[in-house]
Structure formats: structure tokens, C-alpha cells
């Protein structure tokens, strides 16, 4: 039973480096799953701007998203994710999972929900990364799980891709004519593609909701310590979150994404300095680097989120009924 790095000798410093590439890969498989969500989300956005005439302006400037950028989208991220340590990771992750219940809680279920799967992206990437750390700590294949892993990840995300200029070239024509069996599928049950995102999401979570609990509370020696670290930063939370509600709901367009980041990272900062480490400064800050990168990135995507969130919903689900009753027909 050998690791990857067991076949060589034990120079000073090997240890390390093999760590740094574990943390290169859990980034990796991290990016992948953002970028299969992107995917995903484009693929949907796209479908519905292109069956609704008052969308084609939307429907073109999702077209228009320049493809080259894609995988310089997923090697910003994994760097960022590689950089970023796992105590950090968990409490983003900890962060957006308060954030996500009390948004479903406070719009009712459907409303203003699309967005979410957009800013998300940041927390998910953390989110795999916890997971991966928690569940691979101690392994005696960590490296080649992580290897296996992140093959998988890269190869599902190509895949996306290809879905992805698949339907924005094709899927017009495929569909007026019933000719490819995959865009048949998006235009019976394209519907589906959030209930699917949804589910997935809760899954991965709720995981790195566990595995970050697991990796914050083992710095503790003991129940006073974590306390004094869980009871300011509860509080923390809850003020946030009453603040981007509140935001949220003065705001049209769906809140500032930018100014709302801002203020997150701002908040988790002035914590760190006093209940967290000096790694963690340096930590929070890539972070928001991470956060502001991936909203850039999905910039046309969040308008065309906001403009399918101002749908209403009784009509909405009059469609949604209306494409269920023809589908069974």
C-alpha cells in the first residue's frame, strides 16, 4: 500500500510539495464543478431567452460569450481555491449555506431562486475543496483519488462544454426540425435543468456543510475555545444576512452582487482579526478575489437570471403546465 509520493526518497521538503499538490488538485475538481454549473445554468438561459421573443437581446449576448475564456475561468479559480486554506473554505461555505435558507425562506420557494445558482459558484468550489479534505484526510491514496478525481471533473466539465456550443449553435435549428435527440430533450424538459441543479446542490452542501464543521472544530482543545470562536461568529452571520435581505428587497435588480461581496468578506475579515489566525487575513482576502472573479465571469448570466426571476409566477407555472401536459401527450 503506497502513496504517490512514497516512491521516492524522503528529501527535506518532499512532504510539502506533495501537499501543495493535493491542495492543486482539490482546487482543480473544485473549478471543474463551478464550471459544470455554469454550463449547465447557460445552457438553461439560453433555451428559455430563445423561445421568448422579448428575450433575444439576452439570448445574443449569451451567444456572443467568448469560449476561449472558459478555460482561463477554471485555471483563475483553481489557483485561487489551491491558495485558499481549508479553515477559510469552511466558514464561506458555512456562510452561503445560512445565506441560500434564508433567501429560499424569505422569496418562498421558486422566487428569485435562479440567481442563487449563480452566486454559488465561489462557495461551491470551497464547498468540494472542504469536502475532498475531510473525506480524503488520511487516505492512503490521497493522491491518486484526488488524480482520479479531478480526471473525472475535467472530463465532465469538456463534456458541459461541448453541450454548451452544441445548443448555441444548433439547437435552434434542431429543435424547429425534431432532428437531435438532445435538443428534443431540452425542448420537452428544460423545465427540469433548475429541479436537477437544486438537488445536486443540496447534495454537495450539505456534505461541505459537515465537513466544514468537522475541519473548524478540530482547532479546538476544547469546548470554551470553540465558544469563543462559534458564538461572535454566529452573530456575525445572522447581521449579514439581515443585511442582504434587507438589500435584497430595496433593490429592483436583485441586490449588488459586488457591494454585497464586499461586505461578506469585509465582515468575515474584521472577524479573523480577532478570533482567527494571520493566515486567515491572507486567506479572506484571496477570497475575494475568487468571489469578485467568478461574478465578473457570470456577469451576462446575472442579468439573464434577473430578467427569468421577473417573470411571474402564476404564468410561469402556467407554462411549466402547459410544456408538462404536451410532453405526456
Request: some cysteine.
Amino acid at each position: 500500500m503506497f502513496s504517490l509520493g512514497s516512491w521516492l526518497p524522503a528529501f527535506p521538503g518532499l512532504a510539502w510539495g506533495w501537499a501543495l499538490l493535493d491542495a492543486f488538485l482539490q482546487g482543480l475538481v473544485g473549478a471543474c464543478a463551478v464550471s459544470v454549473l455554469c454550463s449547465l445554468m447557460k445552457v438553461y438561459l439560453y433555451v428559455q431567452c430563445l423561445h421568448n421573443p422579448e428575450r433575444q437581446a439576452e439570448k445574443e449576448a449569451i451567444q456572443g460569450q467568448r469560449a476561449v475564456l472558459e478555460p482561463l475561468h477554471v485555471l483563475v479559480l483553481t489557483g485561487v481555491l489551491s491558495l485558499v486554506g481549508s479553515r477559510v473554505a469552511a466558514l464561506v461555505v458555512l456562510e452561503f449555506s445560512l445565506r441560500a435558507v434564508s433567501t429560499v425562506l424569505s422569496h418562498g420557494k421558486g422566487a428569485h431562486s435562479s440567481q442563487l445558482y449563480l452566486l454559488c459558484q465561489y462557495s461551491l468550489g470551497c464547498g468540494v475543496s472542504c469536502g475532498l479534505s475531510f473525506l480524503l484526510e488520511g487516505a492512503p491514496h490521497r493522491s491518486w483519488n484526488l488524480l482520479l478525481a479531478a480526471g473525472l471533473a475535467g472530463l465532465l466539465a469538456l463534456q458541459c462544454r461541448r453541450l454548451v456550443r452544441h445548443v448555441c449553435a444548433l439547437y435552434g435549428l434542431h429543435s424547429r426540425d425534431r432532428y437531435c435527440g438532445l435538443c428534443i430533450l431540452l425542448l420537452s424538459d428544460r423545465h427540469r435543468v433548475p429541479a436537477l441543479l437544486r438537488r445536486a446542490l443540496a447534495v454537495a452542501f450539505a456534505v461541505a456543510d459537515l465537513a466544514a464543521v468537522e475541519l473548524i472544530n478540530r482547532d479546538f482543545l476544547s469546548t470554551a475555545e470553540a465558544v469563543r470562536f462559534w458564538t461572535p461568529l454566529t452573530i456575525c452571520y445572522a447581521l449579514l444576512v439581515v443585511y442582504m435581505q434587507e438589500e435584497a428587497r430595496q433593490s429592483a435588480d436583485g441586490g449588488p452582487v459586488f457591494q454585497t461581496v464586499l461586505v461578506r468578506m469585509g465582515g468575515l475579515f474584521i472577524l479573523l482579526l480577532t478570533v482567527g489566525r494571520w493566515s486567515d487575513i491572507l486567506h479572506v482576502l484571496v477570497s475575494l478575489l475568487g468571489e469578485l472573479w467568478c461574478l465578473l465571469q457570470a456577469g451576462v448570466l446575472l442579468r439573464a437570471c434577473r430578467g427569468q426571476d421577473s417573470i411571474p409566477q402564476p404564468h410561469w407555472e402556467r407554462q411549466l403546465g402547459s410544456g408538462s401536459e404536451e410532453t405526456s401527450g
